[in-house]
């Protein structure tokens, strides 16, 4: 990609008068029909500039969470193959409650019966909390505006939201009228807003909000013109403000631009003590996030958008993911996400479209690790997150996270580490132990860790589907338990293992090697030494090369593991056993290792 520095964003925030098609599009030769049609859209920065060279964003950070509006109920709503039922919309509507939203659009009352209907239920049935606030939205129309205060009556407090489009381009084309045409609507619809909320005040509280409806197709200078000639309208003080909300409608431009613009808003509007300056970004171009942030820095107050980014076209931005982004940079974002399943199945089933398993932060897969190495990672920086909170004597939950490939942990929003490793063809060693090790108990040495991983690569080879951690524990038994393996060389039967007084161990087993039953007996430091060198004795040389043990289960069931590496007729194999007693499972392992050679 080639950057042209004169062609940034800078210089008069008009619409360009240079807006020719210079827009050169591919520099092959004979371009193909799609290099051509590039040319037949313009850059943004040739229609729209923003004159804001000592832009302050950049070094700002975000400290604390913007004030939400959720607007699943009206911007998601009506982007919605079949619109909500009114059961779905009083879940959505419980949901955005119980998360912890406080100013909720609640739909376009004058648009249709259901809307209307549905906002009289939320007043006449007493759903709404006292410190929730419900918005509604309306064209600048009389006709709408006098039913939309219809439909508030009863209500304790509510935002109505006007708006109309200031665009060049629907400015142009859907309303045929000039800039002070343009105008006159916003102010009209304020002075009917003030006119109609008459009748409802005091017993319901009004506060306004008004939107520069295509703002991100609209010249700086005219958004100003016309948010201030509505501002003088309504007359906000501090303690009333007055929301302006900027949408991009559509986004049209990168999130910096947007940024710019907000930034150039917040400095420019008159009054600003007065007003609430809100973002409602669009995902034309699949930066609402980034805008959203940026806009934040920029000086916005406020943010209306859906959960999980529904809402027209490409939708609005993602609520789950703003908060979440905040959540993860040690910052109260204000919302409850502690249990993001039911979160994401109640936003499913309201809007009957299902969220992508890789949606930030709620996507089945995002938790999960499929390639080895990044298995590994997790799986060190879990144990090394155990032991830092062993070392402080505080519960994990309270230790300073810190997982490598993991932003988050997944148990603070009420996910569970089950699903976190997964193993398919492109695992390693460090997935298939951490799946034995959490679902299973066994806790495999690493050189037996490499061994093993090496059988179940030939199986997801084989397969070229994931392998699930039931599968991986029936391998594991097939491989290395002698009473499942394929090959049965040697079996064990009693055997009875004495000390003497200079610390010799003496064993005695009944094995069956090949078939034939037969009596061996053997002594050694240890029960180890003690049956290899039995074995010895009917010609069965093995070389034992490492051993470890450990208990499998607590209380009175508790088995032993124990895991041996061997050299077996030139062949290094490693072997397990289980069982209650330790001697047995160490005899079983070496049995295990010897039918594997
Ligand atoms: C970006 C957004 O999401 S904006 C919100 C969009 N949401 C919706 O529109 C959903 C609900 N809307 C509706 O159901 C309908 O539009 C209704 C019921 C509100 C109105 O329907 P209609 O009266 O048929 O009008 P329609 O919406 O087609 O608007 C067309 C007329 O209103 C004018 N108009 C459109 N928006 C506005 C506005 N915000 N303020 C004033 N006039 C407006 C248009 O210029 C046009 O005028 P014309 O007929 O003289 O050419
Ligand atoms: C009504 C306005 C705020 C809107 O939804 C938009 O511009 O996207
Ligand atoms: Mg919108």
């Known amino acids: ?192 807003c003030l006119k109609y909320a008459a009748d409802l005040t005091p017993e319901t509280a009004i506060r306004y909000e008004y939107s520069p409806e295509s703002y991100s197709g609209t010249e700086l200078e005219y958004a100003l013109e016309v948010c201030s000639a509505v501002a003088e309208v309504i007359k906000p003080t501090p303690e009333w403000p007055l929301i302006i909300n900027l949408p991009a409608t559509v986004e049209m431009a990168g999130p910096n631009v947007y940024a710019d613009s907000i930034e150039w808003m917040h400095r420019h509007l008159p009054n600003r003590e007065s ?32 959960l999980f980014g529904n809402g027209e076209r490409t939708g609005n931005v993602c609520l789950v993911t703003l908060g979440l982004n905040l959540f993860s940079q040690g910052i109260d974002p204000g919302i409850d996400f502690s249990d993001i399943d039911e979160i994401k199945r109640t936003v499913e089933h309201c809007n009957q479209l299902p969220v992508h398993e890789r949606h930030p932060y709620a996507g089945d897969l995002v938790y999960t690790a499929f390639s080895g190495s990044h298995q590994d990672a997790i799986k060190k920086g879990l144990e090394h997150l155990e032991r830092k909170a062993a070392d402080a004597g505080q519960p ?49 040495p690493r050189r037996m860790q490499l061994e093993f991983s090496h059988v179940i690569q030939q199986h997801t080879d084989a397969v070229g589907t994931e392998v699930s951690a039931e599968a991986i524990h029936d391998i594991f038994r097939t491989e290395y338990h002698p009473d499942y393996q394929r090959q049965q060389r040697l079996v064990i039967g009693a055997q009875s293992a004495s000390s003497n007084r200079d610390g010799t161990v003496v064993v005695d087993v009944d094995v069956t090697v090949n078939g034939k039953e037969q009596k061996i007996s053997g002594s050694g430091n240890g ?41 077996i007729d030139g062949q290094t194999v490693w072997g397990a056993g289980v069982h209650p007693d330790i001697v047995r499972a160490t005899m079983r392992a070496v049995a295990s290792a010897l039918n594997r050679a």
């Open 527 to 567: 029960p180890l030494s003690a049956f290899v060198d039995a074995l010895t004795g009917i010609g069965i040389n093995i070389d034992v090369r490492d051993y470890t043990e450990h208990a499998l289960s607590a209380g009175h069931t508790a088995q032993a593991a124990a895991y041996v590496e061997c050299a």
């Open 275 to 306: 007003l609430v300056l809100s973002v409602h970004p669009h995902n034309d171009r699949g930066c609402a996030v980034a805008a959203t942030e940026l806009a934040v820095q920029a000086g916005a107050d406020r943010v209306e958008g859906c």
């Open 1 to 192: 990609m080639a950057v042209n520095e004169h062609a940034a964003p800078v210089g008069s925030t008009s619409q360009s008068a240079t807006s020719s098609q210079s827009n050169s599009g591919s520099t092959c030769e004979n371009p193909s029909d799609f290099a051509r049609k590039a040319r037949r859209y313009q850059p943004y920065h040739q229609q729209f500039r923003v004159n804001l060279p000592d832009r302050q964003w950049p070094d700002r950070y975000i400290e604390t969470a913007p004030a939400w509006c959720a607007v699943d109920l009206r911007d998601g709503n009506q982007a919605l193959i079949d619109p909500m039922t009114t059961e779905r919309k009083k879940r959505m509507f419980q949901l955005l409650v119980d998360m912890g939203y406080k100013e909720i659009e609640v739909g376009f009352p004058a648009a249709s019966q259901t809307d209307y209907d549905f906002v009289r239920s939320l007043i006449e049935e007493d759903l709404i909390p006292d410190d929730v606030s419900i918005q509604v939205l309306v064209q600048c129309r009389e006709h709408l505006i006098e039913r939309t205060f219809q439909s508030l009556r009863g209500a304790k407090q509510a935002i109505v939201h006007f708006y109309n489009s200031t665009s060049t381009l629907q400015r142009e084309v859907v309303f045929g009228l000039d800039k002070d045409g343009i105008t006159d609507i916003a102010t009209q619809g304020a002075r009917l």
């Open 396 to 444: 994990v939950d309270d230790t300073t996270w810190a997982v490598p490939y993991l932003p988050v942990d997944p148990r603070d929003l009420g996910r569970s580490y089950e699903a976190v490793i997964r193993v398919n063809s492109q695992s390693g060693k460090g997935g298939v132990a951490y799946v034995l090790k959490t679902e299973y108990g066994f806790d495999l």
